[in-house]
């Protein structure tokens, strides 16, 4: 039987993330912050001081990214996440970071993979789909305790501005949007805290694996 492969989808500071990493250590799998591809295509770009349209350079670097590339905490930076979310929006460059990501998912024991597609379009056949969503206050909350633990000062409404910005850029594109598989399982986490929700999360995988 092939592996167990997890995959989380949901939007912004949705804490899919986190969930994911949890469930990764959990299950002993190996684990693909999918949304990583997309910052350091974004990041590429811009060290090049090009626009972040240029679907011919961004599907380049997209091309030229290795799994080893993202250790870099600039990568985790409120700017970027705004420049991946546009860089997502072109079709080559999905297009070209779909093998690196479904060859990850196919390794022997299992994989979790976290992003905006993984259960739509990534992984359509994966065995356990989670949706991880919470309201835009909540996800703009959580993600300004984040930032300023990591010293990036950023105000709340701001924070809450980006994150319906990037929803909205997301769910409008037209490749891959944002949305929930038809049979991945909802998990709303506005009212949940971390372990609530990563409790929540385990037994939506128990369930699936039967
Ligand atoms: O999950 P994240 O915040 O690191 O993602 C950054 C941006 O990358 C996000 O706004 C949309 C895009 N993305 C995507 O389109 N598809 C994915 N599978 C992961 C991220």
Do not use: W
Not at 102 to 111: D, N, V, W, Y
């Amino acid at each position: 039987m092939s592996g167990l492969v997890i995959a989380i989808d949901g939007p912004a500071a949705s804490g899919k993330g986190t969930l994911a990493r949890r469930l990764a250590e959990y299950f002993n799998l190996p684990h693909l912050d999918t949304g990583l591809l997309y910052r350091a295509t974004a990041c590429a770009l811009l060290d090049e001081g090009l626009p972040l349209d240029d679907e011919e350079a961004a599907t380049a670097a997209a091309r030229g990214l290795s799994l080893t590339d993202f250790d870099d905490a600039r990568l985790r930076s409120r700017e970027m996440g705004e420049a991946a979310s546009v860089v997502a929006a072109l079709p080559q460059v999905r297009a070209e970071l779909v093998d690196l990501q479904r060859r990850f998912a196919a390794r022997e024991e299992g994989a979790v993979l976290d992003g905006r597609d993984i259960g739509t379009v990534i992984c359509p056949g994966a065995r356990v789909k989670i949706f991880v969503t919470a309201t835009p206050e909540t996800r703009a909350q959580r993600r300004a305790l984040e930032l300023a633990r990591r010293g990036e000062e950023v105000d709340y409404p701001t924070i809450l501005a980006d994150v319906k910005r990037r929803d909205e850029r997301d769910s409008a594109r037209a490749v891959a949007p944002l949305k929930p598989a038809a049979d991945a399982v909802t998990l709303d986490t506005s009212d949940l805290d971390i372990e609530a929700a990563f409790r929540a999360a385990v037994a939506i995988v128990e369930k699936a694996r039967g």
